[in-house]
């Protein structure tokens, strides 16, 4: 019998200890592309801890129009400013210090400051062989943001 607990133990140790590859989408939501009658959707792979811990801090690529590849890392920042730009207008394009216009651009107006703001996220910038740069912001597996040097803000989702 406690061998089969221990068993048990370790493979529940060895798979949240794990690396895995998790794919991603963007979703345009105030966009030109959001704009089109069938917007496109993007998508991104993320490394990371499988269960628990702070929200994964790899993210290895994204891929969006064109077949166009992003690259970059993210890393784990704590927001602590509001940054009020005007999601599309140029003066918001990455790189930014955090991405509170698109958070309440996407999920309504004060969200930033009221589930963000202050808490642990993961934050990156992704360059691409074409010339798009995208910021993304991911507190969980569940919520995120990005904005890319064309005017498009995205909604992170697995």
């Known amino acids: 019998m406690k061998t089969k607990a221990i068993l048990a133990l370790l493979a529940i140790w060895v798979i949240s200890s794990c690396v895995p590859a998790f794919g991603q989408k963007l979703y345009p939501v105030k966009s030109p592309l959001a704009s089109h009658p069938t917007p496109p959707v993007f998508s ?9 811990g702070p929200p994964p801090t790899l993210l290895n690529s994204w891929t969006v129009a064109k077949a166009e590849v992003l690259a970059g890392k993210c890393t784990v920042v704590k927001p602590s400013s509001l940054n009020e730009k005007t999601p599309g207008a ?5 790189p930014q210090p955090d991405l509170a216009f ?57």
């Open 90 to 94: 140029p003066d918001s394009y990455p």
């Open 44 to 52: 991104g792979q993320i490394s990371g801890p499988l269960f628990g």
């Open 102 to 158: 698109a958070w309440d651009a996407i999920f309504g107006p004060g969200y930033f400051a009221a589930h963000i703001l202050g808490q642990t996220i993961c934050q990156g910038i992704f360059t691409g062989d074409k010339g798009t740069v995208l910021q993304v912001e991911l507190l969980d597996e569940q919520r995120g943001a990005a904005v890319d040097n064309k005017g498009n803000v995205y909604k992170v989702a697995w």
